[in-house]
C-alpha cells in the first residue's frame, strides 16, 4: 500500500496538495483519509500549512519549495508585498524572515514548518494594478508587487505619513536612484486604484519630488 507521500508524488504535487485532492485520491471514509494525513505529519513525510493544505517534506521534493509561490496558496487572492518585495526587487539591502503579502480579505497570520507568513489588508479598486507575474527557476509563477506599489501598500499599512522621498530614504535605506526609476506612469495608475487618502499623499508627494 501507497503512503499519502507515495501518491503525492505519482499525482506529482510538487509544490503542496489540498484535503479535497487526497479524497480524490485515496479511497474509503473520510475518517480513514484523515487517519493517513495524520500519520503522513506524524511520520514527517506530509507538513501541514494550515486548514486543509499540505506539502511534502523538502527531503522527497527534488526542490525545496518557494516561499514567494506557497504565500498565493497559503491565503489567496494575495501578491507578494511591502518588505518582501522591496529586499527581492534590490530596494532595501535587509533580508527578511516573514513572507508579506497584500490580500483584500482581512488580516491573517500563518505559522508553517516552512516559514511565516503575513497577510495584510490593503483596500484598493482592482488587486493586481501594478502587481508583476514573474517566473522562479522551476517555471512557477510568483505575483508580488512593483516596488512602488510595495511602497505604496507599506505607507497604508503601517500609517506613515510620508509626503515626499526624504523617508523612504532615510527609514527604509531605498537608494534615490532607483526612486528615479519610477515612471510617471506607474504613479498615475496607483493614484486611480487607491482611495485611501494616506496613500494618495504619499503618491502625489513622491510624484511631485521625482517631477514626474
Known amino acids: 500500500m501507497q503512503t499519502l507521500a507515495e501518491t503525492a508524488l505519482v499525482q506529482q504535487a510538487r509544490l503542496c496538495f489540498t484535503r479535497y485532492e ?6 474509503g471514509t473520510p475518517d480513514r483519509q484523515s487517519a493517513i494525513i495524520k500519520r503522513a505529519i506524524a511520520s514527517g513525510e506530509v507538513l501541514h500549512l494550515r486548514r486543509g493544505l499540505y506539502c511534502l517534506a523538502p527531503r522527497l521534493q527534488q526542490h525545496r519549495p518557494d516561499p514567494l509561490v ?27 524572515n516573514t ?61 506613515k505619513n510620508w509626503c515626499s522621498i526624504e523617508p523612504i530614504i532615510e527609514s527604509l535605506r531605498v537608494d534615490e536612484r532607483e526612486l528615479q526609476s519610477i515612471g510617471a506612469d506607474s504613479i498615475n495608475e496607483l493614484l486611480e486604484n487607491s482611495s485611501a487618502p494616506r496613500v494618495r499623499r504619499f503618491l502625489r508627494g513622491l510624484r511631485k519630488d521625482l517631477n514626474k
Open 22 to 27: 487526497v479524497a480524490h485520491w485515496l479511497d
Open 70 to 96: 506557497l504565500a498565493q496558496r497559503i491565503y489567496g487572492p494575495s501578491y507578494i508585498s511591502f518588505e518582501t518585495a522591496l529586499s527581492f526587487h534590490g530596494w532595501i539591502p535587509e533580508a527578511v
Open 99 to 159: 513572507i508579506t503579502s497584500t490580500s483584500l480579505m482581512r488580516s491573517r497570520e500563518f505559522a508553517t514548518p516552512l516559514g511565516q507568513f503575513s497577510f495584510i489588508r490593503v483596500p484598493q479598486r482592482v488587486l493586481y494594478v501594478e502587481v508583476l507575474r514573474i517566473e522562479n527557476q522551476q517555471r512557477q509563477a510568483i505575483l508580488i508587487a512593483s516596488p512602488l506599489k510595495a511602497l505604496a501598500d507599506y505607507v497604508y499599512a503601517y500609517k
